[in-house]
């Protein structure tokens, strides 16, 4: 696993990237995610590509993903 400062110094340029199934077509919002080695996990706007990307290690995507399950980010 990495560390986080690892997790961004790694380059992803290569990186495979798929439009989030629940982003808004005619909204203009638009989340793109890369499935990484080891797990980890990148996130972008793909509206504002010269925003930076979001990085996750595979623990980080793992506790977030089970607390979308579990209802923690229901309002």
């Known amino acids: 696993m990495s560390?986080?400062?690892?997790?961004?110094?790694?380059?992803?340029s290569g990186a495979a990237w798929r439009k989030s199934s629940r982003s808004e077509v005619d909204m203009n919002e638009?989340?793109?995610?890369?499935?990484?080695?080891?797990?980890?996990?990148?996130?972008?706007?793909?509206?504002?590509?010269?925003?930076?990307?979001?990085?996750?290690?595979?623990?980080?995507w793992s506790a977030f993903t089970a607390g979308v399950r579990n209802g923690e980010f229901d309002s």
Do not use: H, M, N
């Not at 989340?31 to 996990?41: I, K, R």
């Not at 590509?49 to 996750?56: A, I, N, Q, T, V």
């Open 30 to 60: 638009c989340v793109e995610v890369a499935f990484l080695d080891d797990g980890a996990v990148a996130l972008r706007d793909s509206t504002s590509r010269s925003r930076p990307e979001l990085r996750f290690t595979s623990g980080e």
């Open 3 to 12: 560390s986080k400062a690892q997790l961004y110094a790694r380059d992803i």
